[in-house]
């Protein structure tokens, strides 16, 4: 449902952020899961360069909002 959608952004966002998709189902996705406090499946998470969650939301992904919070931690 959401693998095209991811695809066409990680598409998108080719050299500006790095997409990896995580299984809940496999023991480093359920750690990552309970780690970051996912309960629902698909999950999209934003890091920033420190690690910190900066954006995240459960569900079909927002594509303009998670290309507007990536392109915003681009440096000049």
């Given at each position: 449902m959401?693998?095209?959608?991811v695809d066409?952004?990680e598409?998108?966002?080719e050299?500006?952020?790095?997409?990896?998709?995580?299984?809940?189902?496999?023991r480093?996705?359920?750690?990552?899961?309970?780690?970051?406090?996912?309960?629902?499946?698909p999950?999209?998470l934003?890091?920033?360069?420190?690690?910190?969650?900066?954006?995240g939301q459960?569900g079909?992904?927002?594509?303009?909002?998670i290309k507007?919070?990536v392109l915003?931690?681009?440096?000049?």
């Amino acid at each position: 449902m959401s693998k095209p959608a991811v695809d066409r952004l990680e598409g998108e966002l080719e050299g500006q952020a790095q997409v990896l998709r995580v299984n809940a189902m496999s023991r480093v996705g359920a750690t990552l899961a309970g780690r970051y406090g996912v309960r629902g499946v698909p999950t999209f998470l934003v890091f920033d360069g420190a690690g910190e969650v900066i954006y995240g939301q459960a569900g079909r992904p927002n594509q303009e909002a998670i290309k507007a919070t990536v392109l915003g931690l681009q440096m000049p």
